[in-house]
């Protein structure tokens, strides 16, 4: 899968967006309050995948620097990752999100907007 392109949204840093050639649009939650779940998926109209990340232990870095995703904190470790397109489409080339919106087109000359993406 070639990722298009990822972007951090622009006040929340612990959310990420990438688009991809294979017509997927990911939301990569790593925020301190992304919900306890204790299976892999979640029930709902978007699918949700968990999955735990760990980085090498980082002794001299300042904590107050780290952010979420470079996190060593066992307790913060759950990324949610949400497709936000229904179905898979063509390609999709390019997106923007700005505060609870994302827009992004396709290959197959469509544009989607998404206007709640914190819901």
Same mark, same amino acid.
């Given at each position: 899968?070639?990722?298009? @392109? $990822?972007?951090?949204?622009? *006040?929340?840093?612990?959310?990420?967006?990438?688009? &991809?050639? /294979?017509? &997927?649009?990911?939301?990569?939650?790593?925020?301190?309050? =992304?919900? @306890?779940?204790?299976?892999?998926?979640?029930?709902?109209?978007?699918?949700? !995948?968990?999955?735990?990340? *760990? !980085?090498?232990?980082? =002794? #001299? %870095?300042?904590? *107050? %620097?780290?952010? *979420?995703?470079?996190?060593?904190?066992?307790?913060? /470790?759950? !990324? @949610?990752?949400?497709?936000?397109?229904? #179905?898979?489409?063509?390609? $999709? #080339?390019?997106? /923007?999100?700005?505060?609870?919106?994302?827009?992004?087109?396709?290959?197959?000359? =469509? !544009?989607?907007?998404?206007?709640?993406?914190?819901?």
């Amino acid at each position: 899968m070639d990722l298009w @392109e $990822v972007h951090f949204h622009p *006040s929340n840093p612990d959310h990420l967006f990438t688009c &991809s050639e /294979d017509g &997927s649009l990911w939301h990569w939650d790593a925020s301190t309050d =992304a919900p @306890e779940k204790s299976s892999l998926f979640h029930e709902g109209g978007r699918s949700s !995948i968990f999955l735990f990340h *760990s !980085i090498s232990n980082q =002794a #001299n %870095v300042h904590q *107050s %620097v780290i952010s *979420s995703w470079l996190s060593t904190d066992p307790a913060k /470790d759950r !990324i @949610e990752i949400t497709s936000l397109l229904p #179905n898979r489409t063509l390609s $999709v #080339n390019s997106l /923007d999100v700005l505060g609870p919106c994302l827009v992004c087109g396709t290959d197959a000359e =469509a !544009i989607y907007v998404t206007r709640q993406l914190f819901s």
